[in-house]
């Protein structure tokens, strides 16, 4: 049996950019391969400034690379045809402040030729699934930066995509309205589809995604599962003891007897009121990546 191609198949790209009067060359992607297979979650990670958008805006077809190529869903870049397959929704996107979001929906079904009938249907259901149902006649310019950035989600929808490209989404975002996006992107995997989205946020990428890349300096560091990115081994354990109604946290390395610790806590009238191993984080790798670009530079 053939497996399906990849959603997204990225080889080799790079883009080079040139500023200034003397157009002195920044190279802002450098080399970058991955691939997202279809009907997972991908999380695309990075600090601001690793590559991250500039790497989506080739994607898209926004921006022509400087080598390498790129495919959605088994088409090379630029393809119309698979740009209708695509939802998009940018790290800045612009929003018609005199249309209500139900008008700005209708005017994103149509362009891609949804009937009236179908364009109704769809930006009421996708308005009451962001929770803006009950501002769908509001003009745009009087929604919070939170509102527009789920209307934004709702138009990256509206042409009931098989592949779901989202720069940073959780951007602008409370503790809730990150919850409830986070909800909707598990939805999509649920109903089958294909989600990349790029994120600093690294809480939101251990909650989400299947698989991961991280990326810094404009080159891919790791990519997989996070399971397997992730060290197995135990950094420290933390334990907290509570002596005369106080509580103290000890953190032991990997080599010290806990064991013998708590024996002598218990024996000097402690109670053990937690313990716990501390293995690596995403932020754990996140840092280490990091800090290993700045050594090379």
């Known amino acids: 049996m053939t497996e399906p191609a990849p959603a997204i198949r990225v080889d080799d790209l790079k883009k080079t950019f040139a500023f200034g009067f003397l157009r002195r060359k920044v190279q802002a992607v450098r080399g970058v391969s ?5 009907g997972e979650i991908f999380g695309f990670v990075g600090p601001n400034g690793a590559g991250k ?28 045809h698979a740009k209708r397959r695509v939802g998009f929704l940018p790290e800045t996107p612009y929003f018609y402040e005199h249309l209500s979001g139900r ?11 949804l009937p009236a009938d179908e364009r109704r249907a769809r930006a009421d259901r996708l308005l009451e699934e962001v929770g803006l149902a009950g501002a769908a006649s509001r003009p745009l310019r009087k929604y919070s930066k939170g509102m527009l950035q789920r209307l934004g989600l709702a138009q990256a929808l509206i042409n009931d995509p098989e592949l779901v490209v989202l720069d940073e989404p959780m951007s602008g975002l409370d503790p809730i309205g990150r919850k409830e996006i986070r909800d909707l992107i598990g939805g999509l995997r649920a109903r089958g589809k294909t989600v990349f989205f790029s994120t600093h946020i ?3 990428v251990e909650l989400l995604c299947d698989r991961c890349a991280i990326i810094v300096g ?11 990115l992730l060290s197995p081994k135990l950094l420290h354990t933390e334990v907290v003891i ?28 402690g109670r053990v009121v937690s313990v716990t191993p501390v293995r690596e984080h995403l932020e754990d790798l996140f840092v280490r990546e990091v800090e290993a670009d700045k050594a090379r530079q």
């Open 53 to 80: 958008t500039t790497t989506i805006k080739m994607l898209m077809g926004l921006i022509f690379p400087s080598g390498g190529s790129c495919e959605l869903l088994g088409r090379r870049v630029p393809d119309v």
């Open 218 to 228: 404009g080159a891919i560091r790791d990519v997989g599962p996070l399971e397997k």
């Open 103 to 113: 008008e700005f929906l209708h005017l994103c079904g149509r362009l891609f030729d």
């Open 242 to 269: 509570e002596r005369d109604g106080h509580a103290e946290e000890r953190r032991l390395p990997p080599g010290d007897d806990v064991q013998a610790f708590l024996r002598e806590a218990l024996a000097a009238g």
């Open 34 to 38: 991955f691939e997202v297979r279809p």
């Open 202 to 204: 690294l809480a939101d």
